[in-house]
């Protein structure tokens, strides 16, 4: 659990505190990336809650969460079944939402700004019907290339790999650093058997319904069109409230400070 620091006096803008823990759910040990201020977070701004796309894990955020951590706590779980969480049977979107609004009530946080990205942000906005701690919502559209179907046989593992590094290099784009290339194509091999059960969850959530009856402000952040339609939707998003990204998923790992800025502009407004 995260204590109260007793640093009365915190040097402003201090590189926040990064701690990673496991938190208990229902569908088993749920691990966060967290990443809190100098002065502990409790007198700071609003936490954000930031929710990852699939096959990635909450990694995708590592670079994002010490800029937010700053000047609030920031808080990235591992969806079940991704990353370092227990990975239960595949789960709907309303059930990953249901976990993470046990994990807001186990931190006891009474308002919390949510940011989620490809699977993330249907969770985000499932978690904002349904919790009221939730202030605000951010958004982020972007395509996600897709993994095959995981290797039955040695003989064929190889070329799953390949097609993984492949996906992982051109995700991060070619500004990101060697390191984190590896991260995401591990990601992709540990999450990949993930994969059919995300595409049937994202079909089957009511994304224009649940766009509609969003009552919290929101901003959508995107880049280009997601694959397979889902895109449409977000026609239901006004104008006013979309705001275009100058790249792809790999603005997280290459210029996380990029997106940070559009972030804390909507999050002060």
């Known amino acids: 659990m995260i204590k109260r620091t007793?640093?009365?006096s915190p040097r402003p803008?201090?590189?926040p505190r990064i701690?990673?823990?496991y938190f208990e759910s229902r569908h088993g040990q749920l691990h966060v990336h967290q990443a809190i201020p100098a002065g502990g977070g409790f007198e700071e701004d609003v936490p954000l809650l930031a929710l990852h796309a699939a096959p990635f894990s909450a990694r995708m955020f590592t670079g994002l969460l010490p800029i937010m951590g700053r000047t609030r706590s920031a808080f990235a779980?591992?969806?079940p079944g991704f990353g370092a969480s227990d990975a239960p049977a595949p789960l709907s979107i309303p059930e990953h939402a249901a976990v993470i609004g046990e994990f807001i009530a186990t931190m006891r946080l009474r308002e919390i700004d949510v940011l989620g990205c490809g699977l993330g942000a249907l969770v985000a906005l499932e978690l904002a019907a349904a919790h009221p701690a939730v202030r605000r919502v951010i958004i982020v559209a972007l395509p996600m290339r897709d993994?095959?179907?995981q290797p039955r046989s040695a003989e064929t593992a190889e070329a799953y790999v390949r097609g993984a590094w492949a996906s992982a290099r051109a995700d991060c784009g070619s500004e990101a650093a060697l390191a984190s290339v590896f991260a995401a194509c591990g990601d992709r091999l540990l999450n990949g058997a993930q994969s059919p059960a995300v595409t049937t969850a994202e079909r089957d959530y009511p994304l224009r319904e649940r766009l509609r009856a969003t009552r919290q402000p929101l901003l959508l952040l995107h880049s280009h069109e997601w694959p397979g339609g889902v895109h449409e939707p977000f026609q239901e998003v006004p104008a006013r409230?979309?705001?275009a990204l100058p790249g792809t998923v790999a603005l997280f790992i290459s210029a996380p400070q990029s997106i940070a800025v559009l972030i804390q502009d909507f999050l002060k407004a």
Do not use: I, K, Q, Y
């Open 6 to 8: 007793t640093d009365p």
């Open 19 to 21: 701690r990673r823990g």
């Open 241 to 243: 409230s979309r705001r």
């Open 147 to 149: 993994l095959a179907a």
């Open 77 to 79: 779980p591992d969806l």
């Open 13 to 15: 803008g201090a590189a």
